[in-house]
């Protein structure tokens, strides 16, 4: 088995208590936060006060649903559970892992999605839910009837005029709608689906290139494909193919070499032009790369990344207009004038990192927490990505579904401390939280 040789090193001895595995109190700090922060949003909800979602703080509120699709949908989800189950003990290649699990993930996303909205459900948010008309499509005929050109020279300025998530992103998912000559909710949605699912098999490859074991990088992108987070949104949310642009520039960043890294620099800087949250995931590199690599690799890193996205972008203003600033300030205010607004920025600096937590699927959460605690790579860059995002204070909630590009490096750190003999239980904890959530919550997505 492809675990096989880690099990005594993942398991603990006889002798000492579970207290006392690594990272345990700081796994055990952050649940008492996290239950603190749950029961004082349930308990201010109660009371009247108005945190600014209904379930505070989940994005998400109680409204069971089935669809008579279930009867197929629930089997399908069980079989592509099995068949993590199965990949986490089979001895396969690299490719042949990661073709597997990008088909299992496809499966589970799919299987998700159906056994609550049936088929329908797949391209509705891109179509005919009332959300759909604050989503990308009602966008094009601004690109189409400037031009792109004038599009991308003015983007700041109508940017306010446009849907609330065109206004609040680069103009990089229109460009991309519009080149691929993609109009209809049905088109959006399977390139939603397809590339969203490929940010599994990338988390393979970015536990590679951070310099994890194969067979714990392979825990990491088994942890992410049942990650109910994921599984909830991937179908859905245009932040899930977000996440895979993200990866890839993470994935290149963390490896070594002038040339990788510049070939980092610049999916990073495409990556920006979709959502500028991605960027993020630099700084993630950066981070992650000092606790690995020392600082002066990470200096490297960061001078290299800084350089090739102003180049970029200073680049993309000559030829087209593009004010990337003005960009980013016409996307604040549009948050700012959304419901973002109205959330008191103490709770959240606390609600939005807990909804991502548990949202991510309480196993991994535990895991990465230990992971932490023994400042690992992937979590120490993950947690400064965490802090800096929630004292900047633009994500107030949402963060089950906007923070989903932080989801894999989550997964990375948790299967650093991930006993790899229970693999199949956690993933079968991970699955049933995933199909309990999609089946008793709903959220607009």
């Not at 009247?48 to 649903?65: C, D, K, M, S």
């Not at 987070?229 to 890839?248: E, P, Q, R």
């Not at 750190?413 to 991970?430: N, W």
Request: aromatic letters at 8%; a neutral charge; charged letters at 10%.
């Amino acid at each position: 088995m492809w675990f096989a040789g880690c099990v005594e090193a993942s398991a603990p001895t006889p002798s000492r208590s579970w207290r006392e595995l690594p990272g345990t109190t700081t796994a055990l700090v952050l649940t008492a936060v996290a239950l603190l922060t749950v029961g004082y949003g349930l308990l201010a909800k109660a009371a009247g006060v108005n945190l600014g979602v209904p379930l505070p703080p989940f994005f998400a509120h109680w409204e069971p649903q089935v669809d008579p699709a279930a009867i197929v949908a629930i089997p399908l989800f069980a079989l592509a559970v099995a068949a993590a189950v199965r990949l986490a003990r089979a001895e396969v290649g690299a490719g042949a892992f990661v073709v597997a699990i990008f088909a299992v993930t496809l499966l589970a996303r799919l299987s998700v999605s159906a056994a609550r909205d049936g088929t329908e459900g797949f391209s509705a948010m891109f179509g005919s839910s009332p959300e759909a008309a604050n989503e990308y499509l009602p966008a094009l005929p601004a690109l189409h009837s400037l031009g792109l050109h004038d599009f991308l020279d003015r983007f700041a300025e109508i940017s306010p005029t446009l849907p609330i998530h065109p206004s609040a992103h680069p103009p990089g998912t229109l460009l991309l709608l519009d080149a691929l000559g993609i109009d209809t909710a049905e088109g959006m949605a399977w390139l939603v689906i397809l590339v969203g699912a490929l940010a599994v098999p990338l988390t393979y490859w970015l536990a590679r290139g951070l310099g994890v074991a194969d067979d714990r990088s392979r825990a990491a992108a088994l942890l992410l494909a049942l990650s109910p987070s994921a599984l909830l949104y991937g179908v859905t949310s245009t932040d899930s193919l977000f996440a895979t642009l993200g990866m890839v520039s993470a994935c290149l960043l963390v490896g070594s070499g002038v040339l990788r890294r510049i070939a980092g620099a610049l999916a990073l800087a495409a990556a920006a032009f979709f959502s500028w949250a991605l960027l993020a995931l630099g700084a993630f590199a950066v981070v992650a790369t000092a606790v690995k690599d020392g600082l002066r690799s990470a200096l490297a890193l960061a001078l290299v990344a800084g350089v090739v996205l102003v180049a970029v972008y200073a680049a993309l203003y000559a030829a087209t207009g593009f004010d990337p600033v003005g960009a980013i300030r016409a996307a604040g205010e549009a948050y700012d004038l959304g419901i973002s607004n109205a959330r008191p920025y103490l709770y959240w600096l606390f609600g939005s990192p807990v909804a991502f937590a548990v949202a991510l699927g309480l196993p991994t959460a535990w895991y990465a927490a230990r992971a932490l605690g023994t400042a690992n790579a992937a979590a120490v860059g993950l947690a400064a990505i965490i802090i800096v995002s929630v004292l900047v204070g633009l994500t107030k909630a949402e963060t089950e579904r906007i923070w989903l590009f932080m989801g894999p490096p989550a997964a990375v750190a948790a299967a650093s401390m991930v006993p790899l003999r229970r693999m199949p239980l956690i993933l079968g904890l991970l699955a049933a939280q995933a199909l309990a959530c999609s089946l008793l919550l709903f959220t607009i997505w």
